[in-house]
């Protein structure tokens, strides 16, 4: 019985290990396609479900940034992720985004709270943009 206990336990955790790992994958790129102003990709990593909602709203937001500012960056980090079941997990993060105007860098620090939802087999983002 403790046998079996142990091999459940261990497999739960490498579910959630991979579950995390998908999911910080899917944060890193959400930074790369701001920082590269891609406005496809960065749409590509919001579940439908948002982008039929408020993410609509989100990727008009994000378009306006990209259009308004020479250069965009954005980094993160101080992650706490933490997976609620096999479909839904959340995240709470620093993210650091830089905008180039007018030969000025200007920077926004803020702590986010997003939500993810396990979409056709990969993790999307479904709230907190």
Known sequence: MRLLLLVAALILSSCTDSN??????LLNARDASISQRDIN?????????????????KISEMS?????F?????????RELRILDNQQAIC?????????ADGEWREIVQREQLTFEFEDNRW???GGL
């Open 92 to 100: 709470e993060q620093t993210y650091i985004l830089r905008v180039l």
């Open 124 to 126: 999307k983002i479904n």
């Open 20 to 25: 995390k790992g998908d999911i910080i994958e």
């Open 41 to 57: 990709q960065y749409s590509s990593l919001l579940s439908k479900h948002y982008l039929n909602g408020l993410g609509a709203e």
């Open 64 to 68: 306006n940034i990209f259009s308004r």
């Open 70 to 78: 020479e250069k965009v960056e954005m980094t993160s980090r101080d």
